[in-house]
C-alpha cells in the first residue's frame, strides 16, 4: 500500500487517505578492525533513503560530492537524509580513526652521498614507520582525493614511494656531497620520528614510530634503528 492508495468505508461514502511513515533509516558504524582508512561509501547507493551515522569518539566522516560540495563530520550522530532536500546522492563518504596509527613499509634504491671511498652512489634502503591523521581534511586533500580505490592502500603505495625521498633530502642537507659512511650512519641514527613531521605534515600526518635497516649503509654488519614516542 503506498500513499496514494485509498481506503474506502462503509458505502464508500468516505474515503481515507493512507499516509505511509519514514522509512527505518540505515545505521552505518566504523569498525575499527576494518582499517584506520575506510570507504568510499557511494551514496548513490541510498539515494532516496535516510542514513543514520554514528561516529564514536576518534572516528570522522569527510563527504565529497561531483559538485563541489564538502562536509566534515566529528563524533556523534547524524540523521542524514540522501538525495533531494540532504546530502547529494553523487556524494562520497570516506571515514577515518583519527587516534590510531598505520603502517607502510617500503624498500627502494634511493641516492646517498658519494663518500671517501668512491663507492657507488646508491643503495639498498628499506624500512618501515608508522603514522596517524592529524588534519582529515588535508589528509583527504593530498591522498585521497581523484584516486580511486581502498583509502588505506593508496596511502601506503604513496608513502611507500615519498619515504625514501625524505631520506635522501635529510641525508644530503645533513651529511653534504663528501659524506663519510661513518656520518651517514650517524646522521640515521639520530633520526626521531617526529623529526619527520616537518615532512609529513603537508599530507596531514605525523610519525609516532620509525624503524630504518641501515644494511643499504654497512651490508657486513645490519644494525635495525628503532625509534618510539
Known sequence: MNDSDRLATGSGALTWDIMSGEQAPLVWTIDPSDGVIQGPLDLCFLNGKLLHLVLKPGQVALLTAREGRRAFFRDGGYLLRIGAGGLPADGLLYFMHTDRTFGISWEQIIPVPRNELCEPTTRLASGSFDVRIESPVRFHAEMLGNRAGEGEDICRDILAKVMPTMLTIRLAHACGREATTAKQREVLAALRPDDLNPDLAP??????????????????????????V
Do not use: H, K, W
Not at 203 to 228: H, K, W
Open 203 to 228: 599530507y596531514g600526518l605525523s610519525c609516532t614510530d620509525m624503524r630504518i635497516d641501515e644494511r643499504f649503509l654497512n651490508p657486513q654488519q645490519p644494525v635495525p634503528v628503532a625509534r618510539s
